[in-house]
């Protein structure tokens, strides 16, 4: 069995473990930003492909205790690298630190290079070259207080990259936040959904993905597939049955709306990009003049907020016009609303139901849930 890692984004372990759980993951564990969990080859090949909520699939290669840079170069020397990829591949190596008492992180990144080449050097005579921009194997150093931990990045680029890239506009919302935003949230295929501001469609397109049982990561190539110990046949196994699960488009319960026109042509475009034009109902219109579609459902949106917009006046002048839109419109749906503008839940004058810690990026976000129950949740 091998030891992996799956990195995700901050207050999204949880999910993550239960989703992981549920493709069949044994000890998946919750850590800060992550989850750790055993398996084989097939299994971070799964994980790659299925997984909607982890940023990555890191493979454990080499962990031991360390009071010096010469520990870690050692242990990175010892490291039998040759059993998962040759000197012909382009490299790069990372690192990341919490708590390290060593100075300079650079240095030790170098460290670790250096002791990867000089073992290739000696084993097949010839080096690695190092490619920081596109590698064909990343390696992945993680230090912290006196422990260190060496992985290989099975996944190449960010599992947020889905197979076909799409234009996310001014401010992205990863795909990933998206689908963890939507288990948290509780939200399933057989419950109506609705975007009223929904940007380049992240929230409708992931939706309608996982409605449609499209997996995540077909259509895109891995870091696994350059990998030694990751058989072909395994993996055309694992995408062939994500191909026959997949179901052709139709029409679902899941509209999306924004005032600005581009915002809808762009998700128009998004969900033409992936096959998915009949799924999502899209219009035009302000949410302060927008009605909900059915008599119950979920809202699941993220509103513009300062990092985006850069008005906080604006933003906060809009937020009680959208309270009393939730409050007089859309009782009998509840309503997810992620804000980097952490004044949302005082001036939308809502009773929140919950307060969800998250991260978009570097943004420190809340997702806030309010159940919306006409004459009952109005906050004086």
Not at 20 to 39: H, I, N, P, Y
Not at 243 to 267: H, K
Not at 275 to 287: H, M, S, Y
Not at 324 to 351: E, T
Request: charged fraction near 25%; proline fraction near 5%.
């Amino acid at each position: 069995m091998i030891s992996f890692y799956a990195p995700c984004p901050k207050g999204l372990e949880s999910a993550l473990a239960e989703e992981l759980t549920e493709l069949g993951v044994d000890q998946a564990k919750v850590s800060d930003a992550g989850v750790a969990f055993r398996g084989n080859a097939r299994t971070a090949m799964c994980v790659n492909l299925e997984s909607r909520i982890a940023s990555r699939v890191l493979m454990q290669v080499a962990q031991g205790n360390y009071e010096r840079e010469d520990d870690i170069y050692t242990l990175a020397r010892e490291t039998a690298w040759e059993n998962w990829f040759d000197s012909t591949l382009t490299l790069k190596v990372e690192t990341s630190a919490i708590k390290c008492p060593l100075k300079s992180i650079d240095f030790l990144t170098l460290r670790v290079k250096d002791a990867i080449c000089d073992r290739f050097r000696e084993i097949e005579g010839q080096r690695p070259s190092i490619d920081v921009r596109e590698p064909q194997v990343q390696v992945h150093l993680h230090l912290d207080k006196w422990q260190m931990t060496l992985y290989i990045d099975t996944s190449g680029p960010g599992l947020f990259r889905r197979g076909v890239e799409r234009d996310t506009g001014a401010a992205p919302l990863k795909k990933n936040l998206a689908s963890g935003i939507l288990r948290l949230a509780g939200w399933k295929p057989e419950i109506p959904l609705y975007d009223p501001m929904c940007g380049s469609g992240t929230f409708l397109i992931e939706a309608a993905q996982i409605s449609l049982g499209h997996a995540p990561g077909l259509g895109r190539s891995f870091g696994f597939e350059l990998l030694d110990g990751f058989t072909a046949r395994d993996w055309q196994e694992l995408k062939s049955a994500a191909e026959e699960r997949a179901q052709p488009a139709r029409e679902l319960q899941i509209w999306g709306s924004d005032i600005a026109g581009y915002a809808v042509s762009m998700t128009r475009e998004n969900l033409a990009a992936l096959g998915l034009d009949e799924a999502v109902l899209l219009k035009q219109v302000n949410v302060l003049e927008s009605s909900p579609p059915v008599p119950e459902g979920m809202m699941v949106t993220n509103p513009p907020y300062g990092v985006r917009v850069g008005e906080d006046e604006e933003m906060a002048e809009f937020y009680p016009h959208l309270g009393d839109v939730l409050k007089r419109r859309y009782s009998g749906w509840v309503a997810f609303i992620l804000s980097g503008d952490l004044r949302l839940s005082k001036l939308i004058r809502l009773s929140v139901e919950k307060r969800m810690p998250l991260f978009n990026g570097q943004i420190d976000c809340r997702l806030f849930q309010y159940t919306l129950i006409a004459g009952s949740n109005r906050r004086d």
